[in-house]
């Protein structure tokens, strides 16, 4: 079993920066796929970014190219989610999940994903 946990939400003013942390609770992290996702009021959750094992090979959502990045370090079990030029539809409850195929992550709606943590909310004000 492994357990997420997100941290680093906030309101921030669009333009503005946030920085998302989720911390994994397993000595096997370096084997899982991580990945980001976020889920506004009424609208179903979709995929923000992914990142592979190795954290050599990361995928974006078109949404957010450019302006956010995915990474990770193994040595202490978490992954980050870098977010610049923030915009006001980037609003939502961002997750964080980890599985062993990186596929899985890729796949809407991403119902083979093995774990999620609580996630975090991440509020832009125009």
């Known amino acids: 079993q492994v357990q997420l946990v997100e941290s680093g939400g906030g309101l921030v003013q669009a333009g503005g920066s946030l920085r998302l942390s989720c911390a994994a609770t397993t000595r096997t992290f370096s084997t899982y796929a991580m990945g980001w996702f976020r889920q506004a009021p009424g609208k179903e959750r979709e995929f923000v970014a992914a990142?592979?094992?190795?954290?050599?090979?990361?995928y974006y959502a078109d949404s957010v190219k450019g302006r956010f990045t995915i990474s990770r370090d193994n040595a202490k079990n978490t992954v980050y989610l870098q977010m610049n030029s923030l915009k006001p539809e980037d609003t939502a409850v961002y997750y964080c999940a980890a599985d062993f195929l990186y596929s899985d992550l890729l796949s809407s709606p991403f119902q083979r994903v093995d774990y999620w943590g609580q996630g975090t909310q991440v509020t832009v004000s125009s």
């Open positions: 990142v592979l094992p190795s954290g050599t090979g990361t």
